[in-house]
């Protein structure tokens, strides 16, 4: 047994078959394409700001954070303490 032909599509089916649909969505690309060319000197992802303050008060990550935009990338195993001395040695005083 075949199903009959006579079956109406459903909404959805007339939505994707749609000119329009396939044109809004289009459309949709181009917008989001222009807005992120057109956004000037503004990443699309921004970096994380750099921490400020004491070191002391950093957690892990920041103080991982701060080595590694220095291009001083600290081992996986270091622990808090022997990162929190390596940003010390490193720290430029103003």
């Known amino acids: 047994m075949s199903p ?17 649909a396939v044109l809004a969505f289009g459309g949709l690309v181009a917008l989001a394409t222009a807005l992120v060319l057109g956004n000037g000197d503004q990443p699309i992802f921004p970096k994380p700001d750099d921490p400020t303050g004491d070191p002391a008060t950093w957690s892990i990550d920041q ?3 701060w080595l590694e935009l220095r291009n ?6 270091a622990t808090r303490e022997e990162l929190l001395e390596r940003v010390r040695l490193n720290i430029r005083r103003s």
Do not use: F, G, Q, V
């Open 72 to 77: 001083l990338y600290p081992s996986p195993t």
């Open 4 to 20: 009959s032909r006579d079956t109406k599509p459903s909404e959805a089916n007339r939505m994707l078959t749609s000119k329009n």
């Open 63 to 65: 103080l991982r954070r």
